[in-house]
Structure formats: C-alpha cells, structure tokens
C-alpha cells in the first residue's frame, strides 16, 4: 500500500468506522447507565437535592483549587492534569489541520491557534503526561488504583502527540505523509477505545457528580 492509499484509507473509511464505533459506544454505555434506575427513597429530604446537585455540578470543577491544596498536597494532580486537559482539548479541536477535519466531518467551522500556540500546548500536554504517568506509577496509592487500562491509554495518547509533533515540526521529505497517516491511525484507534475504556468518564462526570450532590441535599448536609 502506497503512503497516499494509506493516508486516504485511514482519514476516510477508518475515521468513519472510528467514529461509528465511538458513538455507539458511548451511548450504549451512557444510557445502560441511565436505565439502571435507583432504587426508591422515601425518607424526606432534609435539604434541597435539585439545588445541591446543581451547585456540585457548578462548583465542582474549582472546589480544592486553593494555594495548600495546589501546592502542598496535589501538585502533579492538579497542575499536570490541568496542562494535560488544556493541552489535549486545545491540540483535539483547534489546531489549523484538525479544526478543518472537524468542520467537514460537522460543518461547523472551528476556531483555529497560533503555531506557536499548538506548539506549547503539544508540549504542555506530552510533557504533562508523562509527569502524571510517573507519578502514578511510584505513589503508593495511585500505583494500586491504576491498571493496564489507564498505562495503555497513556501510551496511545503520548504516541499520538509525538506523532503529530513529528510530522508538523520534524518531518521532512517523503516521510510526511507517512507521519501524519501514523498520526491519524493511532488516533482513530484511541476514538475507537475510548468507549471500552476509563477514559469514557467525561461521559458521566456532570451525572456523577450531580448524584454526589443530590445525595447532599437528600441528607441535608454540606460538600
């Protein structure tokens, strides 16, 4: 197979079955979920559960960002998994090559970085996740909460940034096309994952941290 049939074959055919599978995935396991039910409470609720699971669901993502949290307890947490989100989301949505993917595979046109910007974030986000993957593998708590799951992710997902780092900044004559079509296969196989994996949580973050408060409410106690 020439380089340009496997460029076309896996930003064509391969992408769409990605896609297919993703999506499909992610909505067996989202509404499998949803239609497991609860089971009943009759107690009365001490507070206001819909306001609780509101207000977690609103202040989560800041709760803990204080100076001794950051810097005294969960510093590889907090920063490197911020830089890696940031870093990650930025590089998936709005680099200039995948911002033109992303408008004809939607429509919808997407904002596009700077170079120099995409450049920081790549580095930001690899640099990141390998601070987070060492430090998962040498703290003692972290290292009996992580499995084959979430190394294996993490090395798609290096692979993945590197792939794109090389063919967008150290690439050079005939083996371009070969680094991107690298690039977009191990990305299709990591959409592909995704649903069968822990990465799938950004699925039930807002569900399972709405609970989290409703509970609160329902007990009438604070978080």
Do not use: C, Q
Request: glycine share 8%.
């Amino acid at each position: 197979m020439s380089d340009v049939a496997f460029y076309d074959f896996v930003r064509g055919p391969f992408l769409k079955f990605a896609l297919f599978v993703f999506f499909v995935g992610i909505a067996y396991r989202f509404f499998r979920v949803i239609f497991l039910g609860m089971p009943p409470d009759y107690a009365k609720p001490k507070g206001s559960p819909p306001f609780m699971a509101l207000k977690k669901i609103i202040i989560k993502p800041t709760m803990g960002w204080t100076f001794n949290e950051i810097f005294s307890r969960r510093a590889i947490n907090f920063i490197g998994g911020f830089l890696f989100h940031l870093g990650f989301l930025g590089l998936t949505f709005f680099v200039p090559a995948h911002a033109l993917l992303w408008k004809e595979i939607t429509g919808i046109p997407f904002p596009t970085l700077p170079n120099i910007v995409s450049d920081v974030l790549a580095y930001a986000a690899l640099g990141s996740l390998i601070a987070l993957t060492i430090h998962r593998a040498l703290n003692p708590v972290l290292k009996l909460l992580t499995g084959k799951d979430e190394y294996f992710a993490n090395l798609l997902i290096a692979l993945i940034i590197f792939t794109g780092l090389l063919a967008t900044r150290w690439a050079g004559g005939g083996s371009y096309i070969w680094l991107v079509s690298l690039h977009l296969f191990l990305a299709n196989l990591l959409i592909i994952y995704i649903p069968f994996s822990r990465l799938s949580h950004f699925v039930y973050y807002f569900l399972s941290v709405g609970f989290m408060g409703w509970n609160a409410g329902k007990r009438g106690v604070s978080f």
